[in-house]
Protein backbone atom coordinates (compact mmCIF):
# COMPACT_ATOMS: atom_id res chain seq x y z
CA UNK A 1 0.00 0.00 0.00
CA UNK A 2 1.57 3.25 -0.78
CA UNK A 3 -0.01 7.02 -0.54
CA UNK A 4 1.59 10.24 -1.13
CA UNK A 5 2.64 11.80 1.70
CA UNK A 6 5.87 12.37 4.37
CA UNK A 7 8.09 9.65 4.58
CA UNK A 8 8.10 9.96 8.00
CA UNK A 9 4.15 9.51 8.41
CA UNK A 10 3.04 6.06 9.83
CA UNK A 11 -0.68 6.77 9.25
CA UNK A 12 -2.65 6.66 5.72
CA UNK A 13 -4.52 9.64 4.73
CA UNK A 14 -7.24 11.24 6.67
CA UNK A 15 -5.97 9.46 9.62
CA UNK A 16 -7.19 11.74 12.06
CA UNK A 17 -8.94 14.26 10.39
CA UNK A 18 -12.15 12.66 9.62
CA UNK A 19 -14.51 11.80 12.48
CA UNK A 20 -14.72 8.40 12.65
CA UNK A 21 -18.83 6.79 13.01
CA UNK A 22 -17.41 4.25 15.47
CA UNK A 23 -17.45 6.93 18.41
CA UNK A 24 -20.79 8.13 17.98
CA UNK A 25 -22.04 4.49 18.02
CA UNK A 26 -20.22 3.45 20.68
CA UNK A 27 -21.58 6.21 23.21
CA UNK A 28 -24.65 6.22 21.80
CA UNK A 29 -25.04 1.91 22.65
CA UNK A 30 -23.64 3.15 26.52
CA UNK A 31 -26.15 5.87 26.97
CA UNK A 32 -28.99 2.67 25.78
CA UNK A 33 -27.62 0.32 28.10
CA UNK A 34 -27.55 3.53 31.28
CA UNK A 35 -30.89 3.81 30.47
CA UNK A 36 -31.57 0.04 30.55
CA UNK A 37 -29.44 -0.10 33.73
CA UNK A 38 -31.84 2.24 35.44
CA UNK A 39 -35.19 0.80 34.26
CA UNK A 40 -33.95 -2.61 35.59
CA UNK A 41 -33.10 -0.68 38.78
CA UNK A 42 -36.49 0.95 38.94
CA UNK A 43 -38.11 -2.10 37.96
CA UNK A 44 -36.33 -3.63 40.99
CA UNK A 45 -36.68 -1.11 43.74
CA UNK A 46 -40.88 -1.22 43.08
CA UNK A 47 -40.74 -5.12 43.26
CA UNK A 48 -39.49 -4.90 46.56
CA UNK A 49 -41.16 -1.83 48.26
CA UNK A 50 -44.70 -3.91 46.64
CA UNK A 51 -43.38 -7.16 47.60
CA UNK A 52 -45.14 -8.97 50.75
CA UNK A 53 -42.05 -9.28 52.52
CA UNK A 54 -41.47 -5.07 52.34
CA UNK A 55 -44.95 -4.84 53.99
CA UNK A 56 -47.02 -4.26 51.01
CA UNK A 57 -48.37 -5.17 47.77
CA UNK A 58 -49.47 -3.81 44.55
CA UNK A 59 -53.14 -2.12 44.72
CA UNK A 60 -55.89 -5.06 43.41
CA UNK A 61 -52.99 -7.75 42.76
CA UNK A 62 -52.80 -10.94 44.37
CA UNK A 63 -49.32 -13.03 44.44
CA UNK A 64 -49.92 -15.75 41.24
CA UNK A 65 -50.12 -19.22 42.44
CA UNK A 66 -46.65 -21.30 41.09
CA UNK A 67 -46.54 -24.66 40.50
CA UNK A 68 -45.31 -25.52 43.96
CA UNK A 69 -48.62 -24.19 45.66
CA UNK A 70 -51.18 -24.88 43.34
CA UNK A 71 -53.67 -26.88 44.85
CA UNK A 72 -52.75 -25.84 48.22
CA UNK A 73 -54.68 -23.74 50.69
CA UNK A 74 -53.08 -20.07 50.89
CA UNK A 75 -51.27 -19.20 53.75
CA UNK A 76 -52.86 -16.51 56.05
CA UNK A 77 -51.27 -13.23 55.78
CA UNK A 78 -52.70 -11.73 58.83
CA UNK A 79 -51.64 -14.24 61.50
CA UNK A 80 -49.92 -11.89 64.59
CA UNK A 81 -46.73 -12.30 65.40
CA UNK A 82 -45.87 -13.85 68.58
CA UNK A 83 -42.38 -12.24 68.95
CA UNK A 84 -41.95 -8.84 70.36
CA UNK A 85 -40.82 -5.96 68.23
CA UNK A 86 -37.21 -5.54 68.71
CA UNK A 87 -35.87 -2.16 70.45
CA UNK A 88 -36.83 -0.55 73.27
CA UNK A 89 -39.73 1.54 73.35
CA UNK A 90 -39.55 5.37 72.12
CA UNK A 91 -38.89 7.96 75.50
CA UNK A 92 -39.54 11.34 74.69
CA UNK A 93 -37.23 14.17 76.82
CA UNK A 94 -38.42 17.08 75.36
CA UNK A 95 -40.45 19.67 73.00
CA UNK A 96 -39.26 22.61 71.80
CA UNK A 97 -40.50 25.11 71.59
CA UNK A 98 -43.11 23.64 74.31
CA UNK A 99 -45.60 26.48 73.41
CA UNK A 100 -46.86 27.15 69.77
CA UNK A 101 -49.64 27.52 67.47
CA UNK A 102 -51.07 25.33 64.78
CA UNK A 103 -48.79 25.20 61.79
CA UNK A 104 -45.48 25.48 63.93
CA UNK A 105 -42.85 22.83 63.39
CA UNK A 106 -41.57 21.82 66.49
CA UNK A 107 -38.51 19.37 67.46
CA UNK A 108 -38.83 16.25 69.73
CA UNK A 109 -35.93 14.91 71.51
CA UNK A 110 -35.84 11.55 72.73
CA UNK A 111 -34.64 7.79 72.17
CA UNK A 112 -36.25 4.91 69.99
CA UNK A 113 -37.27 7.23 67.17
CA UNK A 114 -37.11 4.20 64.85
CA UNK A 115 -39.28 1.89 63.69
CA UNK A 116 -38.66 -0.77 61.25
CA UNK A 117 -42.06 -0.51 59.54
CA UNK A 118 -41.39 3.09 58.54
CA UNK A 119 -44.05 4.20 60.33
CA UNK A 120 -44.21 6.53 62.99
CA UNK A 121 -46.75 8.63 64.75
CA UNK A 122 -47.11 12.04 66.47
CA UNK A 123 -50.08 12.89 68.45
CA UNK A 124 -51.04 16.30 69.95
CA UNK A 125 -54.05 15.62 72.01
CA UNK A 126 -56.70 13.77 70.55
CA UNK A 127 -54.50 14.98 66.95
CA UNK A 128 -52.08 13.48 65.37
CA UNK A 129 -49.55 15.17 63.37
CA UNK A 130 -47.15 15.32 60.22
CA UNK A 131 -43.82 14.01 61.61
CA UNK A 132 -40.13 13.69 59.85
CA UNK A 133 -37.67 11.76 61.72
CA UNK A 134 -33.92 12.53 60.08
CA UNK A 135 -32.34 10.46 62.92
CA UNK A 136 -33.40 8.09 66.04
CA UNK A 137 -33.31 10.98 68.55
CA UNK A 138 -34.87 13.82 66.98
CA UNK A 139 -38.28 14.07 65.12
CA UNK A 140 -39.81 17.47 63.77
CA UNK A 141 -43.52 17.56 63.81
CA UNK A 142 -45.70 20.51 62.67
CA UNK A 143 -48.57 21.26 66.00
CA UNK A 144 -52.05 19.91 64.07
CA UNK A 145 -54.83 22.01 64.64
CA UNK A 146 -56.82 21.56 67.76
CA UNK A 147 -59.70 20.14 66.98
CA UNK A 148 -63.50 20.52 67.95
CA UNK A 149 -62.73 24.14 68.63
CA UNK A 150 -63.17 26.72 66.03
CA UNK A 151 -59.90 29.00 66.89
CA UNK A 152 -57.06 29.30 68.51
CA UNK A 153 -57.32 28.44 72.67
CA UNK A 154 -54.59 27.90 74.83
CA UNK A 155 -54.64 24.39 76.06
CA UNK A 156 -52.22 22.05 77.31
CA UNK A 157 -52.24 18.77 75.43
CA UNK A 158 -50.12 15.68 75.98
CA UNK A 159 -47.94 15.18 73.20
CA UNK A 160 -47.09 10.78 72.49
CA UNK A 161 -45.24 9.59 69.72
CA UNK A 162 -45.49 6.02 68.64
CA UNK A 163 -43.47 3.68 66.88
CA UNK A 164 -43.52 -0.45 66.24
CA UNK A 165 -42.05 -1.04 69.30
CA UNK A 166 -44.50 0.90 71.28
CA UNK A 167 -45.86 4.53 72.37
CA UNK A 168 -43.88 6.75 74.74
CA UNK A 169 -44.12 8.63 77.84
CA UNK A 170 -46.35 11.50 77.13
CA UNK A 171 -45.15 15.65 77.95
CA UNK A 172 -46.63 18.45 77.27
CA UNK A 173 -47.51 21.48 74.45
CA UNK A 174 -49.44 24.20 75.76
CA UNK A 175 -51.28 26.22 72.54
CA UNK A 176 -51.29 29.83 72.57
Not at 70 to 78: K, L, V, Y
Amino acid sequence: MSWAGPASSMYPPGYGRRPSRLWPRLVQTIAMLDIAAAAVLIGLALANHNSPAAGGRAPGRTPAASPLTAGRPAPSTSTPSTAPPAGPRPALQSISPGTGRPGQVVVLHGTGFYSADRLITVVFGPAQAPVRCPSRTTCLSTVPGQPGTPGPTRARVPVMITTQTGTSNRLFFTYS
